[in-house]
């Protein structure tokens, strides 16, 4: 089992839509867990960090679900400007340093 | 305007050439971090400097050769490249190596292009 999972897509979806995504891990010592977004030939950004109790930015909801491994993103009121990949980040322990690991990627398209 | 600068944007260069990729960063960060990311592949993770000292080198073959003379700067040595190599070198940034957490996550630049032909 890959260390971080996500559906590639692409999902596309029109605009005023909402649309989730998950990503599971397989390491359950992971402790922090980050969403990154990265636009077509262009650096990852920092989206938002993902706390255990869930948070939300805007249109934007992160949740964790540490029993069954897996976080998800939850967009509301799609824009066209939120079409890019979205990159799921975790790491896998709190204890010593240790690499974040990135996922392959969701795509996202809204459509007009 | 990003914290993290890199350049060249773009190189290409043939099997033979000896290239450096430069990165500086200026948001006071301690821990700077080569990634290669391919076509369809994850973002991997090459390098990882803590106050200029290597702490991780992922098994990265020995053409690839970083260097970093201070905190704020981080090279990678380019020398025999193979075409597969062609990918988009990321560099990045995080206040601290350890506990990566949610105050403490990396930046990355905007990346250099390589095409080895």
């Known amino acids: 089992r890959k260390e971080v999972e996500q559906d590639p897509g692409p999902f596309n979806v029109p605009e005023g839509a909402t649309v989730a995504f998950n990503c599971t891990y397989s390491?359950?010592?992971?402790?922090?867990f980050f969403w990154y977004r990265q636009d077509c030939r262009k650096e990852p950004k920092l989206l938002m960090s993902v706390y255990s109790s869930g948070n939300e930015d805007g249109r934007f909801t992160a949740q964790l679900n540490r029993a069954s491994q897996y976080i998800s993103l939850l967009i509301r009121d799609s824009k066209l400007s939120d079409s890019a990949t979205y990159l799921c980040?975790?790491?896998?322990?709190?204890?010593?340093?240790?690499?974040?690991?990135f996922g392959k990627g969701t795509r996202l398209s809204v459509i007009a | 305007e990003t914290g993290v600068t890199q350049t060249p944007r773009h190189l290409v260069m043939g099997m033979t050439n000896k290239k450096s990729l430069k990165c500086e960063q200026h948001l006071g960060h301690n821990a700077m971090y080569w990634y290669k990311q391919s076509a369809k592949k994850p973002l991997e993770l090459m390098f990882v400097y803590n106050f200029k000292e290597q702490t991780e080198n992922n098994s990265v073959p020995s053409r690839f050769s970083p260097e970093c003379p201070n905190s704020s700067h981080l090279f990678l040595h380019l020398h025999t490249l193979q075409p597969e190599d062609s990918a988009l070198y990321l560099c990045?940034?995080?206040?601290?190596?350890?506990?990566?957490?949610?105050?403490?996550?990396?930046?990355f630049g905007e990346g250099s292009w390589l095409t080895v032909v």
């Open positions: 980040v975790v790491n896998r322990s709190n204890s010593g340093n240790t690499p974040l690991v």
């Open positions: 990045a940034s995080s206040q601290d190596w350890g506990r990566l957490g949610s105050g403490n996550t990396i930046y």
């Open positions: 390491n359950s010592a992971s402790q922090s």
